[in-house]
């Protein structure tokens, strides 16, 4: 799966799981709602088990849900729990060193992507899953 997809795809996974009220939600049920093949589902959800967000249930009546409820689980929780952190996207070349932009646009643009990382954190850190599932309800009316 695309790393820019990983983390809706996991939030709509936890969401899931928060709504279906501690009963166990399969992969393939998972699956349907996501509009995905459940072995993509399976690999997000052991990511999020490792993360200690999910546990799974095994047997005829088993499948996943929270580890813990969705009030204690914040969108920064999720993101770590699926997103490898690559560092910021750069030139693929090191940039010609002679031309003034081309010695100094790396630098700079590590510092501005980093001041959005941080931001970005700061607001998936302050949301939580619960905040997340009242807002879905919300919009099914």
Known sequence: ???????AVA???CALLAM??????TSDWIAGSVNTNPVVVRRLLSALAKAGL???IRGSAGGSVLA???GQISLAH??????EEEGPALHNQTPNQA??????????????IDRAEAAKEAVLATTMLSEVVAAIRAEAG
């Not at 010695?103 to 501005?112: D, K, S």
């Open 78 to 83: 999720i993101h770590r729990a699926v997103d």
């Open 54 to 56: 999910v546990s799974s």
């Open 1 to 7: 799966m695309a790393k820019n997809c990983r983390f």
């Open 11 to 13: 939030t709509h996974i």
């Open 99 to 112: 031309c003034p932009v081309g010695r100094g646009i790396q630098p700079v643009l590590v510092r501005i």
């Open 20 to 25: 279906g009220d501690g009963q166990p939600v």
């Open 68 to 70: 813990r409820p969705a």
